[in-house]
């Protein structure tokens, strides 16, 4: 199996946020096994994953809000915000 041949790629993730978005879907954030790793999960309506973002530098991603429907703004711990696309997850922007 991958994690037998691979346990360095694998880390540990602990959420700390979780929401419900205006089309019944979730969002969660939250951080990995090293402090200065975070992640944000797209969830669908049965809370299956639909796609994830795995920062290994932004450190934990703390806070997540429903901008707009369809718009997601994360913040991290170290004061790191973006806003993303959900049903297009590499349109992101970091918001100044």
Do not use: H, Q
């Amino acid at each position: 199996a991958f994690y037998e041949k691979n346990k360095d790629e694998v880390t540990d993730i602990d959420k700390f946020r979780e929401i419900k978005l205006a089309n019944n879907c979730y969002c969660c954030v939250g951080e990995g096994s090293y402090g200065s790793e975070g992640f944000v999960a797209y969830l669908d309506e049965n809370k299956n994953l639909v796609w994830v973002l795995y920062s290994e530098e932004s450190n934990p991603f703390i806070n997540v809000s429903e901008y707009i429907p369809d718009i997601i703004i994360v913040e991290s711990s170290s004061n790191i915000r973006l806003k993303i696309n959900i049903n297009n997850p590499m349109d992101l922007e970091l918001v100044v």
